[in-house]
């Protein structure tokens, strides 16, 4: 008796509780670009971006209407609130302050850092190995030097600049075995540009989360659970079927 | 004593930031620092002298390029120098291939380079000085001897002129400590970059900062306390005697 009154107390919580979100056929995301590889336009002026495409990609897999937002980032939490749009993807970290204001998903990307090294160099594979008594460069005070000073501070030398230009500076100038940085930053600085001869060794790094931290999440409303939950599952089928991968692929590939 | 040693260990007892590992990056960036500013300060010293005389000469083609080198490394700011020595000579096409990429290739000699330029440009300004205000009396003198010019400038004119030098000498030595603050600019490691290391690391720029400004403190006053030794003995004949 007792068993059957818990059961239809929570049969009929529930059901209130679902009667009080919103159901959503249309969910309007709020974006701040641009924010390269994250989010910018196209020469067209089109919207795309990893986080556009990976929004998209999950609206698809719920199958609800994706819309886009454009927001600046000032106002891009306050504009959630005030039900400009219902949630924001827009490279937010997630973090303690942003968690009392917002309802985060789980986290879908973390900003990968890298090591560059020169397309002549004999470092194949970055370890403590074959980075022994090399003069690695990382920009100081970011988490690729904390990173860099506990892993190698013992074996190399790890030279700290104010700036990655003065880094990148080095690094063609030839003072430099290996740099490690932030993926997209190392992307568009040595191996975008015109003469430069350089190379990614080994796999992109977003591990340990002491180092690189918790990566972006979508923002939803607080009351939004429901919504929040239906993404992170749509998150965690896009991971397991490739989708996720290719995106991913498609703007952070080592190929230049 | 025993509570002092209460007060102290109570006082370290929530320290996370002065531990080995951060106190080991002080004692090297002290080691570099003192090199740095040491040799630089010597090597300057050695040049100064030669082109404090040469300064004074008659003949123009011999002061004015010692007075063109004085005027640009006095007239433009360290770090300026060290970034065109450490970043700009990168863009000499081929220096890779050549023998002076061995010196240039680590950070430390091109700060040496621009450290020793720069202070061996004010003590030539300073020694210049000192010599121009030999009192003319003393060379007179000096003339009436019979010595030559070499004779002369050997024992009248430079260890009168050196003593009078003292002083401002002394600024020089402390000024070059500081401005050597610089070179972490450049990755070296000196304290400054400990400092920085530090700070970035703990987000503790108080503390990081308030240490290494401590221990500049501790080498400006060992300087000090030399050149006041250094001042008490070669100008005690300055000294009104009681």
């Not at chain 1, 701040?32 to 998209?56: C, K, S």
């Not at chain 1, 340990?208 to 939950?229: C, M, N, Q, T, V």
């Given at each position: 008796?007792?068993?059957?009154?818990?059961?239809?107390?929570?049969?009929?919580?529930?059901?209130?509780?679902?009667?009080?979100?919103?159901?959503?056929?249309?969910?309007?995301?709020?974006?701040?670009?641009p924010y390269e590889p994250m989010e910018y336009r196209t020469p067209e002026g089109e919207l795309t971006g990893f986080d556009i495409e990976l929004g998209n990609a999950l609206c698809a897999e719920i199958g609800i209407e994706c819309?886009?937002?454009?927001?600046?980032?000032?106002?891009?939490?306050?504009?959630?609130?005030?039900?400009?749009?219902?949630?924001?993807?827009?490279?937010?970290?997630?973090?303690?302050?942003?968690?009392?204001?917002?309802?985060?998903?789980?986290?879908?990307?973390?900003?990968?850092?890298?090591?560059?090294?020169?397309?002549?160099?004999?470092?194949?594979?970055p370890a403590k190995e074959t980075l022994e008594g090399k003069n690695i460069g990382v920009q100081r005070g970011t988490l690729q030097d904390n990173y860099v000073s506990d892993m190698y501070g013992e074996i190399a030398d790890v030279?700290?600049?104010?700036?990655?230009?003065?880094?990148?500076?080095?690094?063609?100038?030839?003072?430099?075995?290996?740099?490690?940085?932030?993926?997209?930053?190392?992307?568009?600085?040595?191996?975008?540009?015109?003469?430069?001869?350089?190379?990614?060794?080994?796999?992109?790094?977003?591990?340990?989360?002491?180092?690189?931290?918790?990566?972006?999440?979508?923002?939803?409303?607080?009351?939004?659970?429901?919504?929040?939950?239906?993404?992170?599952?749509?998150?965690?089928?896009?991971?397991?079927?490739?989708?996720?991968?290719?995106?991913?692929?498609?703007?952070?590939?080592?190929?230049? | 004593?025993?509570?002092?040693?209460?007060?102290?260990?109570?006082?370290?007892?929530?320290?996370?930031?002065?531990?080995?590992?951060?106190?080991?990056?002080?004692?090297?960036?002290?080691?570099?620092?003192?090199?740095?500013?040491?040799?630089?300060?010597?090597?300057?010293?050695?040049?100064?002298?030669?082109?404090?005389?040469?300064?004074?000469?008659?003949?123009?083609?011999?002061?004015?390029?010692?007075?063109?080198?004085?005027?640009?490394?006095?007239?433009?700011?360290?770090?300026?120098?060290?970034?065109?020595?450490?970043?700009?000579?990168?863009?000499?096409?081929?220096?890779?291939?050549?023998?002076?990429?061995?010196?240039?290739?680590?950070?430390?000699?091109?700060?040496?380079?621009?450290?020793?330029?720069?202070?061996?440009?004010?003590?030539t300004e300073i020694f210049h000085g000192a010599i121009k205000a030999t009192s003319k009396g003393e060379i007179e003198a000096a003339r009436a001897y019979g010595m030559s010019r070499g004779l002369m400038m050997r024992r009248i004119?430079?260890?009168?002129?050196?003593?009078?030098?003292?002083?401002?000498?002394?600024?020089?030595?402390?000024?070059?400590?500081?401005?050597?603050?610089?070179?972490?600019?450049?990755?070296?490691?000196?304290?400054?970059?400990?400092?920085?290391?530090?700070?970035?690391?703990?987000?503790?720029?108080?503390?990081?900062?308030?240490?290494?400004?401590?221990?500049?403190?501790?080498?400006?006053?060992?300087?000090?306390?030399?050149?006041?030794?250094?001042?008490?003995?070669?100008?005690?004949?300055?000294?009104?005697?009681?």
């Amino acid at each position: 008796m007792k068993k059957l009154l818990t059961v239809t107390l929570l049969g009929a919580a529930l059901v209130a509780g679902s009667a009080q979100a919103r159901d959503y056929d249309t969910v309007r995301f709020g974006v701040d670009v641009p924010y390269e590889p994250m989010e910018y336009r196209t020469p067209e002026g089109e919207l795309t971006g990893f986080d556009i495409e990976l929004g998209n990609a999950l609206c698809a897999e719920i199958g609800i209407e994706c819309e886009w937002i454009v927001q600046g980032w000032d106002g891009i939490i306050p504009g959630l609130m005030s039900r400009k749009y219902d949630a924001i993807m827009s490279s937010m970290t997630i973090n303690e302050e942003r968690r009392e204001q917002v309802l985060f998903s789980d986290p879908y990307f973390t900003p990968p850092s890298a090591w560059f090294v020169p397309a002549d160099s004999n470092i194949d594979m970055p370890a403590k190995e074959t980075l022994e008594g090399k003069n690695i460069g990382v920009q100081r005070g970011t988490l690729q030097d904390n990173y860099v000073s506990d892993m190698y501070g013992e074996i190399a030398d790890v030279n700290r600049y104010a700036t990655a230009d003065d880094m990148v500076l080095d690094m063609e100038a030839g003072r430099l075995d290996a740099v490690f940085l932030d993926f997209p930053v190392g992307k568009s600085t040595l191996l975008d540009s015109e003469d430069g001869n350089y190379k990614v060794v080994g796999s992109m790094i977003t591990e340990p989360k002491s180092y690189f931290g918790d990566g972006f999440g979508i923002a939803f409303r607080k009351r939004d659970e429901d919504l929040a939950s239906k993404f992170n599952e749509a998150l965690a089928t896009l991971k397991e079927n490739g989708t996720y991968d290719e995106i991913f692929n498609k703007y952070f590939s080592n190929k230049k | 004593m025993e509570q002092l040693n209460i007060w102290f260990t109570n006082l370290l007892a929530d320290n996370t930031i002065f531990n080995a590992q951060t106190l080991e990056y002080y004692a090297e960036g002290l080691a570099t620092t003192v090199q740095l500013v040491f040799l630089s300060l010597v090597i300057g010293l050695v040049m100064a002298v030669p082109l404090a005389i040469a300064r004074g000469s008659r003949r123009k083609w011999i002061k004015m390029p010692i007075f063109f080198y004085t005027y640009i490394f006095r007239g433009t700011p360290l770090l300026i120098q060290l970034y065109i020595i450490y970043y700009g000579v990168v863009f000499i096409d081929g220096i890779q291939d050549t023998w002076l990429w061995l010196i240039l290739e680590e950070p430390f000699y091109p700060a040496l380079i621009a450290f020793t330029l720069n202070t061996a440009a004010y003590t030539t300004e300073i020694f210049h000085g000192a010599i121009k205000a030999t009192s003319k009396g003393e060379i007179e003198a000096a003339r009436a001897y019979g010595m030559s010019r070499g004779l002369m400038m050997r024992r009248i004119i430079l260890p009168s002129a050196f003593r009078r030098a003292l002083p401002a000498y002394g600024n020089e030595v402390i000024f070059m400590l500081h401005a050597s603050a610089i070179a972490s600019v450049v990755t070296i490691m000196d304290l400054t970059g400990a400092a920085r290391l530090v700070y970035a690391r703990y987000y503790a720029p108080f503390d990081a900062f308030l240490f290494v400004a401590m221990l500049y403190l501790c080498l400006t006053f060992a300087i000090l306390y030399l050149f006041r030794y250094l001042e008490k003995r070669m100008l005690a004949h300055l000294r009104p005697q009681s």
